[in-house]
């Protein structure tokens, strides 16, 4: 659990760099880490996960500018991440992928929240993991709940778009949804979706609040909700289920 706990902290902290630079339009590789206020190289006193924004109190061990508690949350909650996973399927290639996964859905809820965009390279990544995970285990039906999900939720966008006369979901949600049904049961990504809207409300609650112009990213709430449901949704719709 430790060791789980540290890989996902160092990957936390690498895919906050990339989706800092993504937002930014830079290069992934453009160099060595530096301070955000004052553009001061970092080594590795300043970069170990956790640890280093503790030690220095947050803030920069060069100039002392304040350093934002994003880095900190990542890399914290991305090794919680990995840890739950690990608790959840244990040593297999169950917990791979859906390591994969989780981290995939960190980075693009970190670039969402800022431009509202989902790369596409964030989905086709948890989506070759399942899919050679599916063909190694011939369990072809587990791609029907994406195909479902995906045309589904991309009908019901059309159709709201003609009612609305405007974007009521954008592109990157569709594609999230159809790549999280390679993951789950349909009863599970029904789970999911009520999950998502759940948090998406409180999610655009918080954001009018602090500015009511802000469009409202829904990549965040489906990742959540994919966490959520990686870790309980067979228990929940079992149980539910078992009701009937």
């Known amino acids: 659990a430790l060791l789980a706990f540290f890989l996902g902290a160092v990957m936390g902290s690498a895919l906050n760099c990339l989706a800092y630079r993504i937002v ?3 290069k992934w590789s453009s160099g060595r880490s530096r ?3 004052r553009g001061h190289a970092l080594s590795l006193p300043d970069l170990i996960p956790v640890l280093s924004w503790l030690c220095l109190g947050g803030k920069c061990r060069h100039c002392g500018a304040k350093i934002s508690a994003r880095y900190v949350i990542t890399e914290a909650l991305l090794g919680l ?3 739950s996973v690990l608790l959840r399927f244990g040593l297999s290639f169950d917990a791979l992928s859906a390591a994969v996964l989780v981290a995939c859905l960190l980075a693009l809820s970190l670039v969402d929240l800022e431009i509202q965009i989902i790369p596409d ?8 993991v399942r899919l050679i995970q599916i063909i190694f285990s011939s369990n072809f039906r587990a791609i029907l709940p994406a195909l ?3 045309a589904g939720l991309l009908f019901l966008s059309l159709l709201m778009d003609k009612v609305l ?20 049961t349909v009863p599970e990504c029904l789970l999911l979706l009520v999950i998502a809207c759940i948090v998406g409300i409180f999610m655009a609650a918080i954001l009018m609040k602090i500015d009511s112009d802000t469009a409202f990213p829904f990549g965040p ?3 959540i909700a994919a966490w959520v449901t990686l870790l309980f949704g067979e228990a929940i719709t079992t149980w539910y289920l078992s009701l009937f």
């Open 35 to 37: 301070c955000p206020a």
């Open 24 to 26: 930014r339009d830079q």
């Open 165 to 184: 006369k405007k974007d009521s979901m954008g592109g990157g949600d569709i594609k999230l949804m159809a790549v999280l049904g390679l993951f789950f």
């Open 221 to 223: 709430a489906l990742s």
């Open 81 to 83: 991440a990995f840890v």
């Open 121 to 128: 390279r964030f989905l086709a990544i948890p989506a070759a």
């Open 148 to 150: 479902i999900f995906g």
